[in-house]
């Protein structure tokens, strides 16, 4: 999936403005909330696709077909295991968020951070929290630590863990869990009514960084 998402912002400017969104659309090539020339945007590039439910795709923009339904069948398997594992948390069978809130949604967000000569005056990401309901995993580089948390007015790196995600608790979710299988090692970023927001951070390296970010959300939650 790395390679995959790799070549794609490898490829010219006009091949990927094949898949570029609307003004009215979320799903596609190019940047979200672009309402003005003169306003500061992200270091970096980027695709979304929203993945699950299978009805609610829009297979214009998939550029990367084959590694993206493979990764997203995946990944939605660990995401119901922490969903089912956030109800027996809260006393509940397995499947009692799911009765409460909803089947799981998912959309996939790949981020390409291009090389800069002046990495020190740019950010990758602007500082922010999650606004999911429930959770994101983020599928880092493994070789650049590129991710920040703010910790007592300080940023801590976030070193990456080969084949693993971080999960990113929503700021509507105040659970402290640490979840493991052998299939999957997943570092949780707490949020345990001691930080009950956590803000990120994704500082630009000089060679440049991509990072996929896979987020769920609830059957009727609003996108953000």
């Known amino acids: 999936m790395m390679a995959a998402v790799a070549a794609f912002f490898e490829l010219p400017l006009q091949e990927k403005k094949k898949y570029a969104k609307a003004a009215n659309e979320i799903q596609g090539y190019g ?15 980027m695709i979304y696709l929203i993945t699950v439910p299978p009805e609610n795709r829009n297979y214009k923009f998939w550029a990367l077909t084959s590694p993206v339904e493979e990764h997203s069948t995946e990944v939605q398997k660990a995401a119901e295991e922490i969903y089912a594992n956030f109800s027996l948390l809260m006393g509940m069978d397995r499947d009692g968020l799911k009765k409460l809130l909803g089947e ?31 959770f994101t995993l983020l599928l880092q580089d493994d070789e650049i630590t590129g991710l920040q948390i703010k910790h007592k007015e300080s940023w801590i790196a976030v070193k ?65």
């Open 160 to 224: 990456p863990i080969p084949n693993s995600l971080v999960v990113n608790i929503g700021d509507a979710t105040d659970v402290a869990i640490v979840f493991k299988t052998s299939v999957l090692n997943c570092l949780t970023i707490l949020g345990n009514g001691k930080y009950k927001r956590i803000e990120q951070l994704r500082t630009q390296p000089l060679d440049g960084n991509m990072v996929i970010i896979r987020r769920n959300r609830l059957e009727n939650e609003p996108r953000v």
């Open 31 to 45: 940047q979200n909330f672009v309402v003005s020339e003169q306003q500061k945007l992200d270091w970096s590039d």
């Open 104 to 134: 799981l949604k998912q959309g996939i967000r790949m981020n390409y951070y291009p090389a800069c000569s002046r990495p020190n005056l740019v950010l990758g990401i602007s500082p922010r929290t999650d606004g999911s309901l429930l």
